[in-house]
């Protein structure tokens, strides 16, 4: 049976769950694959840590050109993370001839198509299945199985972190630093959270999405993103009134003349597939104009399952390797000349339903004041709450409104936000309705 | 650009789906593919019809055979259905060289060993990913982004109309007879439906997906197989009481010893994602040793979304063709050394939850008289609902049992069938929990 090396860069989470997959289950790789995978090199700086799988020692070094250099190294596995240093690594290897798979999707965002470029030119191939959405297989989902689709839009729940912690804060009524906090010691959130909590993250995985979906250039800058630690109790408990869940959501559509692409907490009616989607779960929604919708959910990190969607593509390019069919199908799903830049719409120009909170003082006058301003702007409201009347200070006014447009929003609430009766900054968060 | 030529085979309601993606977007599948998929033939006995698709009718024919003997004809896509007719013509097809993608389940779970082993024989490919989920890209998941894991289970819910029908009895209480003619003059149920409602179509895409999970030769008459219309609205709305929803689920485990494979009716816990998936939607949940679970959900019938998986095996065998890489992956996913047959458990192994229904006499002693029986074959009772007194005649009597052996359910109920006090067959329903 032929065997095709792999070299791993990082022996953290991931290359652990990668390695232990290729060590405990070789036979049903060969059986589906046939041929074997084997673990040739394991590359880190820490080889004293104890990663929980029995890898022989001669395969473990500190040195990563080791593992680049070796000539008979096929596929090199990056799974370091961070910019430079896996950026330098990358295209060392590729150089090299070495075909990748990363799960590095931050690097993928910053300098994706410095990278396919460099692998393309010299005919190799990048899996980075692993880069989006853990062990579920939505990037080989719109590269292959939905190719027949003019893709019209993505909405994604795309960060474990930031829905574990909406969601205890949905089902505890705990605030957003209590549950970081639980989240921190449970290993769900890393002692700097805010690439999870701020949708940086999310919005590195749009990116790479964005360009799948539609053929455009990787352009992170264009994604707007917005985090959720801002989201209190108090929201959430009016979002649940008002027939809604709030997710971290990762929203892109595309109606033909250009594209909107951005990450913000949302409201999402409750009865949708998406609202059901907890913990750390993750989850993609995507539109076609073909296959009318399709959903794919299941664990979006961990050892395991990232490991799992590792070896997915250490299979594909392993196949495209024994079939002389390197390039098979492009690393980001389009020609070169099918690749196109698109414009990218500003926030100012989103369309769409909010939800506004007013910290507002607890007397007659206040509803028909902020209502005014809104009317003015040309922003019509669905629905108001406002707490009773046994408080003392500010209180919540919360409201819905009709579709409005953003920039209006946004000068209707800096005139708002102005009034003497307002007491602090609205909260504003977006509504999305799919169906 | 090279141009691969299709012909088509059945110019029904997937056909007319698979012509109208290929007319109207030829510039997104050449973006991504680098090549044209030209529709050079259409065969159908009737051609009178109008399809609503602009097609030329220079391509028409009424004769299969003209299509399949042409020699620039690169892939045939068989959308005839049914058993004798498609079969001869993806034989003599693969006779010719051809390639092949087909939507037909029921001849692939019949026959799919046969055509598999022929287009192996002669070096062509068998797309089939419309055989089973619609527009869900499921076949191409298991084959391909999840092939690093020893699958443990499979959980579909894969026949839209039986759904649908379900869905409308939870949320409107009517009677099975009742909303299967509803869901006929909607065009959701066929005149006669019995594959669809008796859980026959649901048990030739599990025995495809089988084959694809374990590596097993196809083997139809290995699921065991029962259908949805003896459920009424009593059973409805005991089973929302006990907190949970009716689905017709696809079932099969690996517990590494032999496997389970069944359909039927089938109590799954409400707050699951599965219990979400309503109306004529389908999914398919999956677990696998290394990605825990993923979940694909999406529209598992219908003219575009049916379409959009044809043309997505349409492009996969065209890159294949492109690249000298047909066989690249196996039909079945397995290589031919790695298929085995495996024991199927006979449905009496069976060890679940039951739901029982009785339709017992109103006096006291009856509750007693049936837990006594059910305890001598050490069936343990959890829950039980008994009507109120102000029925006359027989009264149901519901009860959720702990996990129990399907053998002994049987002889149990045989002998409760033959109390006095007991008027009609029990209704039995099992209990599905994979978390």
Redesign the interface.
Not at 28 to 34: P, T, W
Not at 143 to 150: F, P, S
Not at 288 to 299: K, Q, R, T
Not at 327 to 330: C, D, L, S, Y
């Given at each position: 049976m032929k065997t095709i090396n792999v070299g791993l860069l990082g022996f953290g989470t991931v290359g652990s769950?990668m390695a232990k997959?290729l060590l405990q289950?070789p036979e049903?790789?060969?059986?589906?694959?046939?041929a074997t995978l084997a673990l040739k090199w394991i590359a880190d700086l820490d080889l004293d840590t104890d990663r929980g799988v029995a890898v022989d020692k001669g395969i473990l070094t500190t040195d990563a050109e080791e593992v680049i250099n070796d000539p008979e190294v096929d596929i090199v596995v990056e799974l370091i993370g961070g910019y430079e240093t896996a950026k330098r690594f990358i295209l060392q290897a590729i150089e090299k001839g070495k075909h990748i798979v990363t799960a590095n999707k931050a690097l993928l965002a910053a300098h994706g198509d410095e990278i396919f470029s460099a692998a393309s030119k010299k005919g190799v191939e990048v899996g980075f299945?692993a880069s989006v959405g853990g062990?579920?297989?939505l990037i080989?989902?719109i590269?292959?199985?939905?190719?027949?689709?003019?893709i019209s839009g993505l909405f994604g729940i795309l960060n474990g972190t930031a829905n574990y912690i909406l969601t205890k804060m949905t089902d505890e009524g705990s605030p957003f630093s209590e549950v970081l906090k639980e989240a921190q010691a449970l290993g769900y959130a890393e002692a700097d959270p805010t690439f999870d909590v701020e949708g940086i993250d999310a919005a590195h995985k749009l990116t790479i999405l964005l360009s799948l979906a539609y053929?455009v250039p990787i352009d992170f800058e264009a994604v707007y993103t917005e985090g959720i630690s801002r989201i209190t109790p108090i929201d959430i408990k009016f979002i649940k009134e008002f027939g809604y869940r709030i997710k971290l959501l990762a929203i892109s559509k595309d109606d033909g003349e250009a594209i909107e692409a951005r990450v913000h907490a949302t409201l999402i009616p409750e009865d949708t597939?998406l609202a059901?989607?907890n913990e750390a779960y993750n989850a993609l929604y995507i539109k076609?104009?073909?296959?009318?919708?399709?959903?794919?959910?299941?664990?979006g990190a961990?050892m395991?399952?990232t490991?799992?969607?590792v070896?997915?593509d250490l299979?594909?390019v392993a196949?495209?390797i024994m079939?002389?069919?390197v390039?098979?199908?492009?690393s980001l799903?389009?020609?070169p000349?099918?690749v196109k830049s698109r414009r990218i719409k500003s926030i100012e120009e989103l369309k769409t339903g909010y939800y506004f909170r007013f910290s507002a003082e607890d007397r007659p006058g206040v509803l028909s004041k902020i209502a005014g301003i809104l009317g003015k702007h040309k922003i019509s409201i669905k629905s108001v709450h406002q707490q009773g009347r046994d408080s003392v200070g500010a209180v919540p006014l919360v409201m819905i409104t009709h579709e409005a447009k953003e920039a209006a929003v946004q000068a209707a609430l800096s005139e708002t936000d102005q009034l003497d009766m307002v007491k602090d900054k609205t909260v504003l968060i977006r509504i999305e309705d799919w169906r």
């Open positions: 769950g997959i289950s049903v790789i060969e059986s589906r694959l046939g299945e062990g579920i297989p080989r989902s590269k292959e199985g939905l190719v027949a689709n003019r053929g597939m059901n989607v076609g104009d073909a296959v009318g919708s399709v959903m794919l959910y299941g664990p961990g395991m399952p490991g799992s969607a070896v997915g299979v594909d196949r495209n079939n002389n069919a390039g098979r199908v492009p799903g389009h020609q000349a099918g």
